[in-house]
Every structure is written in structure tokens, then in C-alpha cells.
């Protein structure tokens, strides 16, 4: 019955690429995932999904996507990636984790890069990410798994 949380979604390497180009002559304007790295993250984060005692803290999102604040095409890549971890997992078993509060908008990507929302900008893709989803399921992601995966009821 030991309940396990994977942090940050269980997140690919950076599958667009570093946020500057190698040289730091610029952004990097790759929007196309790499395919390998997001198959490898689907065949575990599937496995684990298998495991009802695994849950997902959904958080640091720049660490899949270095700068995905910048465009409209990085953020509909982590989009992507967010919601295809409820889907595996389900809202009842993902959560979404504040990191905000560490160092700011940097503390998103873990000084991957140095773009990162600020914390209404961070709130409101959250709720972008989950446009749809039920009430029931949004409470679930906000708070009420977090509150059962840690006993604070």
C-alpha cells in the first residue's frame, strides 16, 4: 500500500532542445519533439500509469521544454505532455505542485533556462492545460489528490 510520486511528470530530456542554440546566438526555434525521447517517456510513464500506487506531481515543466514560455508552439507542447500524463494516470492520481515559490520563474525549468511564468502566468496555463476536464476532475488535480497522497484530510 506504499504510495510512490513520481516528481515533475516524469519528464523526457529537453525534447524540443536547450532553450538558447549552442552557440548563445539565440533562441532555439525547434517545435518538433524528438520522437525517441518522448517514446522512451511514454513506454515508462505507461508502465508506471500500470502501478495504482504511483502518482504524478505535475510540475517544473521547463525541464521537458527549456523556455516553453516563449511561443505559442512550446506551450502547446507541454500542453500535450501534461495532459497525456492524466490521461495515463488519471486526475485522481496526478497533482499539480508549486515550485514557483523557490526561485521564481527559473525555478520551472531548474535554471534550464532563464524564461519561465510568473506565477499568474504559471496558474493560468495550468488551468489552459485542463480546458475541458470536469470540475470534479480540476478539483482533483488542484488539491484533492494532493490531499490524499498526503493524508491531510
Known sequence: ???????????????????????????????????????????????????????????????????????????????????????????GRCMVAWNWHVNAAVSDADSHSQVGPDAIELLDMMLWFFDGYSDEEKERLFSGTAKEFYRLD
Not at 522512451?40 to 504524478?56: D, F, K, Q, S
Not at 510540475?59 to 507542447?77: D, I, N
Open 1 to 91: 500500500n506504499l504510495k510512490v510520486c513520481i516528481d515533475h511528470r516524469g519528464p523526457p530530456g529537453a525534447i524540443l532542445g536547450n532553450d538558447l542554440l549552442d552557440d548563445g546566438s539565440g533562441i532555439n526555434p525547434n517545435d518538433i519533439p524528438d520522437e525517441d525521447e518522448l517514446k522512451a517517456w511514454r513506454e515508462g510513464m505507461t508502465a508506471m500509469a500500470a502501478l495504482p500506487n504511483a502518482y504524478v506531481k505535475l510540475s517544473m515543466l521547463g525541464y521537458a521544454v527549456p523556455g516553453w514560455m516563449r511561443t505559442p508552439e512550446r506551450q502547446s507542447v507541454v500542453k500535450s505532455l501534461v495532459r497525456e500524463t492524466v490521461e495515463l494516470f488519471g486526475a
